[in-house]
């Protein structure tokens, strides 16, 4: 089991940038592929993008391909999420987790795990 704890949301103006942090707990954090979703209110969770167990891999949903950019680090058990270039479309709570079979779902229901969120504001 792990334990996620993201940080680093905020209110910034639009075509500024943010990085998000998910720390995780325990000692097996390199098993997990981990991915990063947002829901705006009123709307679904929706998928942002993945990274593999090592991060030689990563992928992201068209709306933020070019954008953002997933990073880890296994020795300090954290996931990354960089944010340029925002948008206010980009409003939304963010939430990472963490995905025990390593297969970088785009669905939610992929992942086991889940942070609890950090809000993320885009003014125009």
Known sequence: QVQLVESGGGLVQAGGSLRLSCAASGRTFR???M???????GKEREFVG????????????????GRF??????????????????????????YCAADPNGEMATSASGYDYWGQG??????S
């Open 31 to 33: 098993r997990y592929s």
């Open 35 to 41: 991915g990063w979703f947002r829901q705006a209110p």
């Open 50 to 65: 993945a990274i593999s167990r090592t991060g030689y891999s990563t992928s992201y949903a068209d709306s933020v391909k």
């Open 69 to 94: 950019t997933i990073s880890r680090d296994n020795a300090k058990n954290t996931v990354y999420l960089q944010m340029n270039s925002l948008k206010p479309e980009d409003t939304a709570v963010y």
């Open 118 to 123: 950090t809000q993320v504001t885009v003014s």
